[in-house]
């Protein structure tokens, strides 16, 4: 015996099984008709109140109509309710089957079958089922699918009124919260008006202490510059008092050779001033009579000045190594790391330079003022102004008691610290003076201009002694030999200058940037010579053999300046991508110095474990060794 019962005559047999989901056909039998809406229809809300709920009301129709329609054709699907009889026997075997009544089965269809053989009953006159046997057992197949979507339909509730519930705690959790940030906040603010009315209360006190402050450093920066101006008098009279009892020109020439170059007296009293003349006119006499060839150069040049410096002369070439030697300790390994950032300048800085005696440094800036402060805390001690263009270069006197400043203005002009003003403007350049340096003795400065030419000004003549002509180009910077009467200038006709300051007359000249040269600078020993050109390139130079033993080419960016460490083992170089490159010359090897990004103008080691930078932005770097 099988599950099911299949019967051969039988005109149909129609399994009971009901399928596990239901589909949907798209074609109903179902008679009524059914308004079709189309999707182009324009539900425009009228403008009055009573318009709109009747425009509302006809859509929520509507809705409810298509939800009906959905309902009808559930109902009425075809594979869902069959049109198709079903034979009454194999009704009753399927119906036993089901149930599990297998010994009633086997007996029905025994008795069925003998009857039927025995001719006593035919299949089609048992007859066929109703429909609504059929049709009671579909909804209830329907009923119990029904019932477990129910069920799961609470169950997804159940779970988002769970979820709803704990959403609005949240919600309220984080609203209490907002309230508590809000009164926080408004507690602060009225905080904040508190502690701003407090500070406004204190800031004109504040204000005063600041400026008795600054006038406190600059007070005692003046005492330290007047005492070492009077050490200096000091020690002028005590020179003069033996040159008048020598009473010897000879004794004063080989003085002045010995480089011990008389300070220029701002204040001159009456004894001073008897004796200066005393001396002029002895110097005058003596030299009227002995018909020395310098003078007969000079002569032979122009009128001589009374009041023109004589130009040391140059020691045996040991002089400079030695105070070198003196002066210099060995560079302990590690590298720079930046220690400070100081705003110093409102416009970009252009020039920097170093207090020989003091932790004092200057600089110039593209805003005209040039300005003192105190190294490394940043106080600013003393500005000047009276420029009226860029300011180009700065440098002290060796006294450390005056400064020299040249301009885009044309002029170079020499400023008194004791008295922050000009003392004197030195006028002669036709176009913007580029650099400027002071000679180891304090009487003389050197100039650079874009004119093409150079400048040797005496101090105490206030006038120009010599001009250096042969330069094709504009001469960008200029710098004296220590302890020497020979100056370097370099230029953007691709070449470097050497100059002899007491006859005006070039020395050599060293060839071999492809660039514009924008700087060059001597070592302390004065043996070798660093330049850097417009392309980037450095290049080291031996003032022995006159050749150049080193090229670095740290471009494609321009290099703006370089310096030279005080032990002569490490070169900066100013770069205009915006960092500080430094050469080791030990190791040849080539480290950069990343600061805040912007041009670095000029640089400058400051004592044996710092370096400075200044750059387009206004603010100086310092620049700290580490080990």
């Known amino acids: 015996m099988g599950h099911f019962w299949n019967s051969s005559h039988a005109p149909a047999v129609l399994d009971l099984t009901i399928p596990a989901e239901i589909t949907i056909t798209d074609d109903s039998k179902d008679d009524y008709q059914y308004e079709e809406v189309s999707a182009d229809d324009d539900f425009s809300l009228p403008e009055d109140d009573e318009d709109l709920s009747k425009a509302l009301q006809t859509i929520e129709e509507q809705a409810e109509d298509a939800k009906l329609m959905e309902f009808l054709l559930v ?62 057992e579909q909804l209830e197949t329907e009923n119990l699918s029904l019932k477990k979507d129910l069920e799961n339909y609470r169950q997804t509730v159940n779970k988002v009124e769970e979820a709803l519930l704990k959403m609005e705690k949240e919600r309220d959790f984080h609203r209490m919260h907002h309230k508590r940030v809000l009164q926080e906040k408004n507690r602060l603010a009225c905080d904040l008006k508190r502690l701003k009315a407090h500070y406004a209360s204190y800031e004109p006190m504040l204000k005063q ?17 007047e005492r070492d101006k009077a050490m200096g008098q ?24 010995g480089c011990e170059c008389t300070k220029k007296k701002e204040f001159e009293g009456p004894t001073q001033k008897a004796l200066r003349e005393t001396r002029q006119k002895k110097f005058l006499v003596v030299a009227s009579s002995s018909g020395d060839p310098d003078e007969e150069g000079e002569k032979k040049m122009g009128r001589r000045d009374l009041k023109d410096s004589e130009f040391p002369v140059d020691p045996e070439g040991t002089l400079s190594f030695q105070h070198a030697k003196e002066h210099t300790q060995p560079l302990k390994p590690g590298h720079y790391q930046l220690s400070s950032i100081l705003k110093v300048h409102d416009l970009a800085v252009s020039c920097l330079a170093l207090h020989p005696r003091k932790n004092i440094v200057l600089t110039g800036g593209d805003d005209h003022l040039w300005k003192t402060w105190g190294f490394p805390d ?3 001690l003393l500005t000047g102004e009276g420029h009226t263009d860029w300011l180009s270069g700065c440098c002290f006197r060796p006294s450390g008691t005056q400064l020299v400043t040249s301009s885009g203005d044309t002029t170079v002009r020499l400023w008194d610290l004791s008295r922050s003003g000009c003392i004197l403007t030195l006028r002669g350049h036709s176009r913007a003076v580029r650099g400027c340096s002071w000679h180891s003795c304090g009487d003389f400065v050197a100039s650079a201009s ?3 030419t150079s400048k040797i000004w005496d101090v105490n003549s206030e006038r120009c002694r010599y001009t250096l002509r042969g330069h094709k180009d504009s001469v960008n910077s200029i710098e ?17 200058s050497l100059w002899d300051v007491r006859k005006g007359l070039r020395v050599y000249t060293f060839q071999g940037h492809v660039h514009s040269c924008n700087h060059a600078t001597f070592n302390r020993k004065g043996d070798s ?16 053999m006159l050749l150049p033993v080193l090229s670095i080419d740290a471009g494609p960016h321009p290099a703006n300046q ?66």
Not at 234 to 257: D, F, H, M, N
Not at 574 to 601: C, F, M, N, T, Y
Request: charged share 20%; aromatic share 8%.
């Open 75 to 136: 109902l009425n699907s075809e594979k869902l309710i069959s049109d198709l009889p079903q034979a009454m026997d194999d009704f009753f075997c399927n119906f036993l089957v089901r149930l599990g009544m297998s010994r009633t089965l086997d007996c029905f269809q025994t008795e069925w079958y003998e009857l039927i053989e025995r001719g006593e009953l035919r299949a089609d006159e048992a007859g066929l089922v109703p429909d609504v046997y059929t049709r009671n």
């Open 378 to 380: 940043g106080n600013i």
């Open 234 to 257: 000091v020690t002028g009279l005590q020179a003069a008092l033996r040159s008048l009892e020598s009473g010897y020109a000879k004794q004063i020439s080989a003085t002045k050779e």
């Open 562 to 627: 370089v310096a030279f460490h005080r032990s002569g083992d490490l070169v900066a170089l100013a770069s205009s991508e915006g960092s500080v490159k430094v050469l080791s010359l030990a190791v040849g090897q080539l480290s950069i110095l990343r600061g805040p990004g912007v041009e670095v103008r000029c640089v400058r080691f400051h004592s044996q474990d710092s370096l400075l930078s200044a750059g387009a932005d206004g603010r100086v770097c310092l620049w700290s060794w580490a080990q």
């Open 209 to 225: 202490m600041s400026e008795k402050y600054q006038n406190s450093l600059t007070q005692k920066m003046l005492t330290s510059l």
């Open 450 to 452: 874009a004119d093409c």
């Open 529 to 544: 010579i660093a330049s850097c050109d417009s392309s980037g390139v450095l290049k080291i130079w031996d003032m022995r």
């Open 480 to 496: 004296f030999l220590p302890l020497s009467s020979t100056v370097v200038t370099s230029s953007a006709d691709k070449t470097l």
